[in-house]
Structure formats: C-alpha cells, structure tokens
C-alpha cells in the first residue's frame, strides 16, 4: 500500500520557520515522481504551494516565493519543505502528494498542522 506521511508542523510566531517532512513508502516509483506540497486552510480550497521534479527542480506558488524551500532525499523517499519567515495567513494543514510520474499513488495522508499565531 501506498503511503505518505507528514510530520514537522507546530505552532509557531510570525516570523519564525519550521521545517516539513513527508515520508514515502510502498512504491518503487519516488524516485520518478515529481512531488508536490499543498496546504489547505478552513473554509477555503487546497492548493499546491510547492512543487520539486525528479531531477529536483522546483516551482513555488507566488506567495511562498523566497521563504519556502521545497527539497527531496531520493534515499530516504522523503521530501522536505523548509518554511522561513512564516505569516498568519501561511496556517494551514500541510499536505504532500504525487504531482506527476508513473505508478499508483498514495491517497491523501493526515497531513500536518501549521499554525502561525503570537
């Protein structure tokens, strides 16, 4: 079974950073999949905020640009999202998930909680 698990999240001040983490497991395929970070808060619809490529190139959402860093550990199956400079409206569920590439994918994990609050 396919799975992806998330972890790192907390609370934390305005200006403060955390780092993400996203576990792989069951596949033979991360190593092909671009893989993405999405984030969904109350009451409005998820979005994709970063994305990485197998060959590790990455793409951010307008409003994380130059405080999120998406990064990916092909050994570990794991990918990574270091979140600097946090603001109020970055609090959300984070979640990770394929964005592309073969193979089946994992349905939707717990996510983890971020939350930006003084």
């Known amino acids: 079974q396919v799975q992806v698990v998330e972890s790192g999240g907390g609370l934390v001040q305005p200006g403060g950073s955390l780092r993400l983490s996203c576990v792989v497991s069951?596949?033979?395929?991360?190593?092909?999949?671009?893989m993405g970070w999405y984030r969904q808060a109350p009451g409005i619809q998820r979005e994709l905020v970063a994305t990485?490529?197998?060959?590790?190139?990455?793409n951010y959402e307008d409003s994380v640009k130059g405080r999120f860093t998406i990064s990916r550990d092909t050994a570990r199956a794991t990918v990574y999202l270091q979140m600097n400079s946090l603001q109020p409206e970055d609090t959300a569920v984070y979640y990770c998930?394929?964005?592309?590439?073969?193979?089946?994918?994992?349905?939707w994990g717990q996510g983890t909680q971020v939350t930006v609050s003084s």
């Open positions: 990485i490529t197998s060959g590790a190139w990455t």
């Open positions: 069951g596949t033979i395929y991360f190593r092909s999949w671009d």
């Open positions: 998930k394929p964005v592309r590439g073969p193979g089946r994918y994992p349905s």
